[in-house]
Structures are given as structure tokens and as C-alpha cells.
């Protein structure tokens, strides 16, 4: 089960972190990843790391701004968000998926998800 938390309004320029906890089986068996969907829009990829942390991949509308952190001892992934603009606003979702040496950008390939926790950034 994940749960994402952490979500909330700010103004474009600041920053903000949201976290998502897992329960049940290992953190460390899992790819994981940040999704951001938007009313009438699809899913989006905004950024993900395999189950070794060793690869971390990023959208390319937040690369450079963004950061993905999972911790497997908190069973924790957090998304640091810096420079926020008004485009961000979204719902955040976190995904797993099954391990794997490279990070998947499509949710097709996530089969875990949480509910969401919403970004609105103000300009």
C-alpha cells in the first residue's frame, strides 16, 4: 500500500517536499516513481529510480528542479520540488513496479499506486 502525503498550495518560485510511505514487502524490491496528472490531462512521468537506487531518471518539464530521494531503511520516497511554477499544479502519485535495471517512464509498467496528494502552485 502506498500513501503519499505532504501536498499543499505555494507560491511559484518556492519549494516543497512530498513523501510516500509503503507498507507491506520489502521497499527494496521495487522500482519507484512520481507521476502528476492534472484535470483533462494524462499521467504524467515526472521522475523514478530502480530498486538498487542506482539509476534515477526525470521528465523533462521538471528536470533540474525536481529530485527524487528513496530511502529503503524509512521505506520512504520523497519528491524535493524547488522552483515550483504554476504548470506544477497537479495531482502527485506515487507508483511501484516490479525491479528492474531501468527506470520506466510509462505508468503501463507501474502495477502500484497510491491515491495522490495535491500541488497547487499560485503565480
Known amino acids: 500500500q502506498l500513501v503519499e502525503s505532504g501536498g499543499g498550495l505555494v507560491q511559484a518560485g518556492d519549494s516543497l517536499r512530498i513523501s510516500c510511505t509503503k507498507s507491506?514487502?520489502?521497499?527494496?524490491?521495487?522500482?519507484m516513481a512520481w507521476f502528476r496528472q492534472s484535470p483533462g490531462q494524462e499521467r504524467e512521468f515526472v521522475g523514478g529510480?530502480?530498486?538498487?537506487?542506482?539509476?534515477?531518471k526525470y521528465g523533462e518539464a521538471v528536470q533540474g528542479r525536481f529530485t527524487v530521494i528513496k530511502d529503503d531503511v524509512k521505506s520512504t520516497l520523497d519528491l524535493q520540488m524547488n522552483k515550483l511554477r504554476p504548470e506544477d499544479t497537479a495531482v502527485y502519485l506515487c507508483?511501484?513496479?516490479?525491479?528492474?535495471?531501468?527506470?520506466?517512464?510509462?505508468?503501463?509498467?507501474?502495477?502500484?499506486w497510491g491515491r495522490g496528494t495535491q500541488v497547487r502552485v499560485s503565480s
Open positions: 507508483a511501484a513496479a516490479v525491479p528492474q535495471v531501468r527506470v520506466s517512464t510509462s505508468d503501463d509498467n507501474y502495477d502500484h
Open positions: 507491506g514487502g520489502a521497499f527494496t524490491s521495487y522500482n
Open positions: 529510480t530502480n530498486w538498487k537506487n542506482e539509476n534515477t
